[in-house]
């Protein structure tokens, strides 16, 4: 069965609008995971737009699923996560300009940054995931530096409409074909919602689905964990 990872870093945002102590992402996470998640993701970010130093220390000791970080290539970020020592550490590119992560990170340079942080997170014992377009080619290269898993950037699909979005679809599955036969877990996610996530959770080997904004946003009108258990209920179904 596909596992769900929600995202509670839209409750950190509507946090830091009023700079004040809540919502607290801390909160939404407990009842996330009573809703049925399988992991808490955040993201935190080098200008600390939403999720906080403090989210993260108390969310380490306090999740009791498993902990998704997701963070750029920078040291100081990469240094935290060492020390909050999460289950999965997800590389993704970042733009202080850009309201949330435009695209996958291109692994072609090979940066010496991605290397280090890669390196030192294994050695850490985190499993290491790198968030990437749906191409064959970063797939490989994912494979040579030696990531655990990736997660294969949905939001071309989620845009598309009609034709496009099914050959948006057929693009995820034939990268996540090549996923596989790397022996990597394949993650996907950006931009899911409750109306187009069914046939990515179809998707064959489909081992996590990352969801923030759709759960988010309908946990503004029926509450954290019912908006949880909605969610988790058409991966079971699409599984």
Known sequence: MVELGVNIDHVAT????????EPDPVAAAVLAELGGADSITVHLREDRRHIQDRDVRVLAETIRTKM???????????Q??????????TLVPEKRQEVTTEGGLDLRPKSPELLQAIASLKDSGILVSLFIDPDQ?????AK????????LHTGQYAEARGVEQD???????????????MGLKLHAGHGLTYQNVRPIAA?????????GHSIISRAVLVGIKQAVEEMKKLLVVAG
């Open 68 to 78: 998704n970080f997701e963070l750029s290539c920078a040291q100081e970020i990469v």
């Open 144 to 151: 040579e530096l030696g990531a655990h898993a990736v997660e």
């Open 203 to 211: 998707i064959a080997s489909m081992r996590e689905l990352n969801i």
């Open 14 to 21: 509507v946090r830091q609008a009023r700079r004040t102590v």
């Open 80 to 89: 935290i996560a060492l020390s909050v020592r999460p289950y999965q550490a």
């Open 167 to 181: 050959h948006q679809l057929k693009r995820l599955e034939h990268a996540s074909r090549c996923v596989i036969d």
């Open 137 to 141: 080619e970063q797939v490989r290269i």
